[in-house]
């Protein structure tokens, strides 16, 4: 299928709204393509393409990894379409992940909706997050030479991706983590899919290596101010507009980098939060409340969006000092990554 | 590496040790080659390389399918060594798949050793599990355009094997499992992998498709014979030789084929069977004694042993009509197929 190229200056949800358009069908067919019905069915869940019974729903995710997929693609001099392959893969990948995270962090609601695991069963959703994974391999598989080009692009961000969700478990049951730790783990567990999104398509189209590894660049930066946004709305962030529970990262105690950021802060809210937290998470309503005043005051809000702006900045320098064969493209992919980051801002600025 | 040739009329332990001394080397490189230190220490533990403190030990499992994928290789006519990437592939796809089932199965035991979940968590070992996975498509990734050539059959016997493990899952919810909803599930859940492990190699040196194939179907029906013994030990085997608990899957009310075709034998035995299952798994060692001569009785264990030995017979048959480069090779894929199933005839007869 062809699109008529997206006009210079579009704005962020209609960049998505029609790079979805693009790479939609080529991703049902690749779950089409999955043998066993219970599969097919928790992945078209898992999608938002249809609801726990099995009837279509209205869709689900904005989409943002297949865009910058394809994106690169076109920016490296290939076609938007030329991406699409990679795009699937990426995309596959991102709901592999987030299908055995919900699992592992025993998360219940994603996207207004119970988690795959709270609908079909915890082995259920594990083994449909591993057709995922497959399936996602098997679409670079079938795409040929330009599949053999991004295979190892895929597979390394998912070893990132695993060691950095392993990390974030093991965190969990220490006490000393420091802010490195936890932007090296939010590294792997975000920014290492991201930075493979942005430079599959150049990949797939055979972009020079500079160019491939500078989208790289860019989507690893835009990758952790991403988290740091995820963060951001972990602790301050209301449930309509994202989907996740108020203060959820607070209630459960988490270590995300605007908390750990404010208990290292040497302030005294620093001070009071390490000693609410120092009996396990906040028991109730007050205390979570009171803790994510604590969080704000110390600073570990505006660290955490003022970082994000910092990354952001830097995504785009390394954007804009690249030889792009399409900069028409790579305007899209820097007001993708602006649009990423400004939910951060507009959180932030409605907190503080 | 290069190893001397296998002179022809050795023992299935002489040929699997030796093989494995030939592919080991190559699955430590892998497993070496993952960056997390957390996912590295699970995998060698899975790999029975080392106790759960990280010590080395004594080594794990018998090797049998990466033992069937190198002398696929070479009885299709190309070197031993040229089917080690496929080897290890195939081998860290199924100890994937071994620490993901136990995750899902609750299962505590394997090897006399507490399974990788009971050790390091859930969550961890459903990461490492999905490491190993990648680790295997790396691997073949790794091999060129030999790699290349076994990636699909590799990512679909993976399918095979997600899908199986979620029938598996389904059916123990189920009153009216069927035999052949049963032998079903174990093409899925074991012969998938044992098919393609026993045409791997032959893929990997470019071996002509009727060749494979018939490697594939000899595989294939070895599998389903392997599976039927390993449900026979869940019935009546002892723990000292297999590392299973007596009765397992007695105790746990699970669906194998002898306790399914039990169910179904319109028998005396299978009705008071049927009613002592009513209820759900058996509550004490009484009843489990009790279930486990009912199983016999009706003849569940005989009827498995004897569909065992009949696969076996046709997967030799069609060894015996392939046009094989290598009869050396082909006559040790032999014997190692009668000893996977020489385990259920020794149990038979034991418990007869």
């Not at 098997?138 to 295979?151: M, N, Q, S």
């Not at 932007?183 to 500079?210: F, H, N, Q, W, Y």
């Not at 835009?222 to 951001?232: E, K, R, S, Y």
Request: proline share 5%.
């Amino acid at each position: 299928m062809s699109l008529p190229p997206i006009p210079p200056g579009r704005s962020a949800p209609e960049i998505l709204d029609a790079l979805k358009i693009l790479v939609e069908p080529a991703l049902r067919t690749a779950i089409d393509d999955l043998d066993d019905p219970r599969m097919r069915r928790i992945t078209r869940y898992q999608m938002g393409w249809c609801d726990a019974a099995g009837n279509p729903s209205r869709p689900g995710g904005k989409a943002i990894r297949p865009a910058l997929a394809v994106l690169s693609a076109a920016a490296a001099g290939g076609r938007l379409e030329d991406g699409v392959p990679a795009a699937v893969a990426v995309e596959l990948v991102h709901n592999f992940s987030l299908l055995h995270d919900d699992v592992m962090d025993r998360d219940v609601e994603r996207r207004h909706r119970p988690t795959g695991w709270v609908v079909f069963g915890e082995a259920q959703a594990i083994l449909a997050g591993t057709a995922m994974l497959t399936a996602a391999v098997e679409v670079l598989v079938g795409d040929g030479r330009a599949g053999t080009r991004c295979l190892p692009c895929l597979l390394a961000a998912i070893q990132r991706l695993i060691a950095g969700q392993s990390q974030d478990i093991e965190m969990e049951r220490r006490a000393d983590v420091g802010i490195d730790d936890v932007l090296r783990m939010e590294s792997g567990k975000t920014a290492a899919l991201l930075a493979c999104a942005a430079s599959i398509g150049a990949l797939s189209v055979g972009a020079p290596d500079d160019v491939v590894l500078g989208l790289a660049d860019f989507g690893d930066e835009i990758g952790i101010a991403f988290q740091l946004v995820d963060d951001i709305l972990g602790v301050v962030g209301d449930p309509a507009a994202t989907g996740k529970s108020s203060s959820s990262d607070v209630r459960t105690g988490k270590r995300s980098a605007p908390i750990v950021r404010a208990l290292r802060s040497n302030s005294e809210a620093g001070r009071r939060l390490d000693d609410l937290f120092a009996d396990g998470p906040p028991e109730d309503d007050d205390a979570v409340a009171l803790a994510t005043r604590l969080i704000v005051e110390a600073g570990g809000v505006d660290w955490a969006a003022g970082e994000a702006d910092a990354r952001v900045a830097r995504a785009r320098r390394r954007l804009d000092g690249l030889m792009l064969a399409d900069r028409d493209a790579a305007t899209d992919l820097a007001t993708v990554a602006d649009y990423i980051v400004s939910r951060g801002r507009l959180i932030n600025a409605s907190s503080t």
